[in-house]
């Protein structure tokens, strides 16, 4: 049973900084697909970073590429977001799938975690 705990975001100003993690617990395997979601009210949950924990490359949507840095160890991810704007504001999860490394497709991934909520203003 796969377990996902977010951490780390809070109220930050335009073009601060914020660090998020994710516990992830549970895997029976070291490759696991992995992504960074967010969800603003009233939007649709938009998939912003894709990765595995089995290493190769990690996918970025086009508008945080060059501000957010997604890394892993053991059995952590992090999510360091820089040059915040107001538009970054939302709920961001991370999520796991079994099957869809890769995909921005949150129907892809079975796994969850509550989420933590970010909010530049």
Not at 22 to 29: E, L, N, T, V
Not at 63 to 73: D, E, I, M, N
């Given at each position: 049973?796969v377990?996902l ?31 960074w979601f ?84």
């Amino acid at each position: 049973h796969v377990q996902l705990v977010e951490s780390g975001g809070g109220l930050v100003q335009p073009g601060g900084s914020l660090r998020l993690s994710c516990a992830a617990s549970g895997f029976r395997g070291s490759d696991k697909c992995m992504g960074w979601f967010r969800q603003d009210s009233g939007a649709e949950r938009e998939g912003i970073v894709m990765l595995s924990f089995g290493g190769g490359v990690t996918s970025y949507v086009d508008s945080v590429k060059g501000r957010f840095t997604a890394s892993r160890s053991e059995r952590t991810l992090s999510l360091q977001m820089n040059l915040l704007k107001p538009e970054d504001t939302a709920m961001y999860y991370c999520a796991a799938s079994t099957s869809r490394c890769y995909s921005r497709r949150p129907d892809d991934y079975e796994s969850w975690g509550q989420g933590t909520q970010v909010t530049v203003s």
